[in-house]
Nanobody
């Protein structure tokens, strides 16, 4: 069974970079046709898809966040990561990593709260 676990700082200051890592167990970041996503949910709002990285290293980003977002993978650690630059308090949210075969989101992490505040 594939399991995902997010990790990273819970508090980030405005204008800094938010960095999170998702560790995959029971599966591989390079499994053919699997795609790995970052999704967030701000207080009182719905889920917002941020972007993904494919098994082959291909990346796709939400147009709304593309200028500030970077997703990468580390095959040696079986992880993929999120960087969100120039954060503001509006980036405060629960951040989830999720993935599966094709466009499916079968597997989810438990989520990690990130607060942007000085």
């Amino acid at each position: 069974q594939v399991q995902l676990q997010e990790s990273g700082p819970n508090l980030v200051k405005p204008s800094q970079t938010l960095s999170l890592t998702c560790t995959i167990s029971g599966g591989s970041v390079t499994t053919s046709n699997y795609f790995w996503n970052w999704i967030r949910q701000s207080p009182g709002k719905g889920l917002e898809w941020m972007g993904l990285i494919g098994y082959d290293g291909s990346t796709y980003y939400s147009p709304a966040l593309k200028s500030r977002t970077s997703i990468a993978k580390d095959t040696s650690k079986n992880q993929f990561s999120l960087q969100l630059n120039s954060v503001t308090p509006e980036d405060t949210a629960v951040y989830y990593c999720a993935g599966g075969e094709g466009w499916g989101l079968k597997y989810w992490g438990q989520g990690t709260q990130v607060t942007v505040s000085s």
